[in-house]
Every structure is written in structure tokens, then in C-alpha cells.
């Protein structure tokens, strides 16, 4: 299993963003890949939340929303990260239609400032560079 976590190179996390309501609980999943966009089969994944009076997440990925406010949750291979938006909203979730929940959903890009996820421009540009270092090394 190390060695599988070791040739992680990327990691999609899902939900990619997340807002959530004071007492919801959450699973997390993870994927990874190689260097070469090929999925990496078993690697172990550790979970953490940057603040862990407001989201404690378990290594299985399941999350628990405590108090309000921004927190980002994190999955780690190896050497490898990715974190996740979560705006924990300070009351419970009434019953929403799905186009009221779609509007929530879209709420945290305006509330994060500018959209971007931590390592989005990373994992982008790998993904643009990847493919031709495949093929500059695979004849």
C-alpha cells in the first residue's frame, strides 16, 4: 500500500466545494492518480479539517458540521493534497426544492472571494502538461 500511495500525483476530492448546516454529516471521497492520469488502486488516504472546533472529519471521510464559519478539508497521500471549501451555515437545513439547493451550492464561490480552490491552478496545469510528458517519454 505505500508504494500505491507513494505514485499519487493528484487527488480529486468530492464534494469539490460544500455548503453545509450546523449538525449534517458529510461522507468526503478521494481518487487519485498518477503522473500519467491513470488511477492509483488502494492508496490510503488521511483526512483533516483546518479547524476542527467547526468540521472534525474521521479517516474514513465522514464529516460532522459543529459551528459555523469557512473550513477547508483536506485529503493527503503521500506527498499529495487537496482541499475542499466548507461553509458551515449557523442553522439547520429546512427542506429545499432543487433549484434552492443548486442557488446554495453556488453560494460559496461568491462568499470565498474569487473561486478558486486551493490547488486548482496546479492541478490544472498538470493536467494540460501531463499528456505531453507521457508522450515525449512514451515513443
Not at 491513470?38 to 479547524?51: I, P, R, T
Not at 506527498?79 to 453556488?106: G, M, Y
Amino acid at each position: 500500500m505505500a508504494e500505491r500511495t507513494a505514485n499519487v500525483a493528484n487527488i480529486a476530492v468530492s464534494p469539490h466545494r460544500l455548503v453545509a448546516y450546523i449538525d449534517e454529516a458529510v461522507i468526503f471521497i478521494a481518487i487519485a492518480s498518477d503522473t500519467f492520469g491513470e488511477l492509483v488502486h488502494g492508496a490510503k488516504f488521511q483526512w483533516e479539517s483546518s479547524d476542527t472546533n467547526k468540521l472534525t472529519i474521521d479517516e474514513a471521510g465522514r464529516a460532522t458540521m459543529l459551528q459555523p464559519g469557512m473550513v477547508f478539508v483536506t485529503a493527503r497521500a503521500g506527498a499529495t493534497a487537496q482541499s475542499a471549501p466548507v461553509l458551515i451555515r449557523p442553522t439547520r437545513r429546512r427542506v429545499e426544492t432543487d433549484e434552492e439547493w443548486r442557488a446554495d451550492q453556488q453560494s460559496l464561490v461568491a462568499s470565498t472571494g474569487n473561486g478558486e480552490e486551493r490547488g486548482t491552478v496546479i492541478t490544472s496545469l498538470m493536467s494540460h502538461l501531463m499528456p505531453t510528458a507521457h508522450a515525449q517519454f512514451n515513443p
